[in-house]
């Protein structure tokens, strides 16, 4: 039952790192959207 406790908890802490982890909405969560959006438009106008 540790181990599979350990292992939860390094995988969360992974997940937040990223962004990823789904009850917390982190500021970085918040930035991915308008990045993910800006930058490849961006690509396309200045082509």
Known sequence: ???IVET???HRILLLAIGLWPFNQSKFVQL???????V?????IFQ
Request: charged letters at 10%.
């Open 32 to 38: 991915q959207l308008p990045l993910f959006v800006v």
């Open 1 to 3: 039952m540790i181990r």
């Open 40 to 44: 490849p438009n961006s690509f396309i």
């Open 8 to 10: 939860f908890r390094i």
